[in-house]
């Protein structure tokens, strides 16, 4: 079982930053990808940012150059470093961590989510 918990919301002007964490307890595995997702309201929830166990990263075209991915030396600690925020950025942001078997089964962990709100 894993635990996530986000914290470092909030609200912010527009072009501003803020950085998410997401401190996990419990067994990561070897082979894991650990993500940020969002969703808006009135809207379904998108994958903002990905890392994997072997450091590939993938970005929402919309956050590309503007947020960053990064885990601790542990992988324990996920972060979302958010620069140059902006209106549309509001949400309500998620951890989230899959832990892959050889198999290729994986077990998803969610976090509660953490508000970010960006105003003009």
Known sequence: QVQLAESGGGSVQAGGSLRLSCATSGHIFS???????????GKQRELVARITNTDRIDYLDSVQGRFTI??????????????????????????????????????DYWGQGTQ????S
Request: contains cysteine.
């Open 70 to 107: 990064s885990r601790d030396n542990t992988g324990k600690t996920l972060y979302l470093q958010m620069n140059y925020l902006k209106p549309e950025d509001t949400a309500v942001y998620y951890c989230n961590v899959n832990n892959y078997f050889y198999t290729g089964a994986h077990y």
């Open 116 to 119: 970010v709100t960006v105003y």
């Open 31 to 41: 082979s894991n990808v650990m993500a940020w997702y969002r969703r808006a309201p």
